[in-house]
């Protein structure tokens, strides 16, 4: 794959956020909310007929308008990074409060990178979910169809608690 477009740095960038601050170690809590949870939910596909095409478009518009949203808000985590890059420069004395705050914001801009990605990839399996939809007769198109449904739900549901946990740290940051 082209470096250009290898998103996987990214990926790794997210899950390394999904830490207990007390102890820097792996959250079993984390990977249960944000890997676990959201492949329980999605493993519900195979239990029905999948996906439909209101379905799938819906994860369309849901992942373009995700991807708008917050690209947008990744202007805000640079300017608000600026801003805290000059107060240390111009306020040593208060180095720890902002190094705290620097921190929080640089996992924030990993998070949201992240969502954006999994944003466009639940936008690309939507589409070929929807265009498989109707040739469910053969068995490839038919796994393709479920496995493009299981991926939809997946990246979902995980879109939504990521941009939570954006949306609490965001509150954080801007209330403290």
């Known amino acids: 794959m082209s470096s250009k477009i290898n998103v996987t740095y990214i990926i790794k960038q997210h899950f390394n956020t999904l830490r207990d601050a007390s102890n820097n170690k792996v959250s079993f809590k984390d990977v249960f909310v944000f890997l676990i949870l959201p492949l329980l939910l999605s493993s519900l596909v195979f239990f029905g007929d999948g996906l439909s ?9 849901f992942g373009a308008i995700s991807t708008a949203l917050l690209m947008s808000v990744l202007v805000l985590v640079y300017d608000q990074e ?19 705050r620097l921190s929080v914001l640089r996992e924030l801009y990993q998070n949201i990178c992240y969502t954006i990605v999994v944003s466009i990839l639940l936008v690309m399996f939507s589409v070929i979910g929807m265009s498989v939809l109707g040739n469910c007769v053969n068995v490839f198109f038919n796994l393709v169809f479920f496995v493009s449904s299981f991926l939809v739900v997946f990246m ?6 990521t941009m939570l946990m954006v949306i609490k740290r965001f509150h954080a940051l801007l209330t403290h």
Do not use: H, Q, T
């Open 82 to 100: 600026a801003k805290i890059k000059y107060n240390i420069e111009v306020y040593p004395e208060r180095y720890d409060g902002y190094r705290a």
């Open 156 to 161: 979902f549901s995980n879109i939504v608690i």
């Open 53 to 61: 095409k209101e379905m799938f478009s819906l994860a369309v518009n």
